[in-house]
């Protein structure tokens, strides 16, 4: 059955995005659209029409991992069941950080944030700090209803990250953080989630 023309264009959206944080993980900020383009296996012309430049398309990847990462926060039943909605985003958090091409990705921005600034920001203000303020948000609705006492959300985010993934982050930039299983990541979710909870718990 042939695919709609919607289906298509989500298809090639993802492959772009797809190939964007492959290419950058490899290359660094200087990788070229037509390789993106290549690695996709579309025309430049459509990453172009689709994106209109290398900052919207690094923008893009991104709105697309903090969405990942964030899900959780925004499902049935977030707000009312708060402990297992922290757990679950501080498993999402582990996935979306600690991947080994989310750490290529950083490495590289990182290797030519002097020469070329801007892609190396906009993934710092599309990521890491789009993904804070989303969970800020959410704590700040908590607060609203109750459930949390929080009276700087985006501090209470920064704690959170730091509950998570902050060593671990930079351990693993350094090649010297250990995979960790299920068990391990679930163990490290509980305890995270359990500990904001003893800070800013109503």
């Known amino acids: 059955m042939p695919r709609l023309a919607g289906q298509i264009d989500l298809a090639k959206t993802e ?10 993980a490899e290359r660094g900020a200087g990788a070229s659209m037509e390789e993106i383009a290549r690695r996709a296996g579309v025309s430049k012309q459509t990453v172009y029409n689709h994106y209109g430049c290398k900052a919207d398309l690094v923008r893009a990847m991104c709105a697309r991992r903090v969405s990942e990462m964030t899900a959780p926060l925004e499902g049935p039943g977030a707000l009312e ?34 020469e070329l600034p801007e892609v190396p920001a906009t993934i710092y203000e599309a990521g890491p700090l789009a993904n804070r303020r989303r969970f800020a948000s959410f704590v700040e609705a908590e607060t609203r209803v109750g459930r949390l006492n ?45 500990q904001f909870l003893k800070l800013y718990g109503a």
Do not use: K, W
Request: proline share 3%.
């Open 15 to 24: 492959a772009i995005l797809d190939a964007a944080l492959e290419v950058l």
């Open 81 to 114: 069941q708060i402990e297992e909605t922290l757990a679950a985003y501080a498993r999402a958090l582990m996935r979306g950080v600690l991947n080994p091409r989310t750490i290529a990705l950083m490495r590289t921005a990182m290797a030519h944030a002097a």
């Open 150 to 194: 929080c009276p700087d959300p985006l501090a209470a985010a920064e704690v959170f990250s730091g509950l998570v993934v902050a060593t671990r982050q930079m351990a693993a930039l350094f090649g010297a953080l250990a995979e960790l299983d299920d068990a391990e990541a679930d163990r490290i979710a509980r305890t995270a989630a359990a």
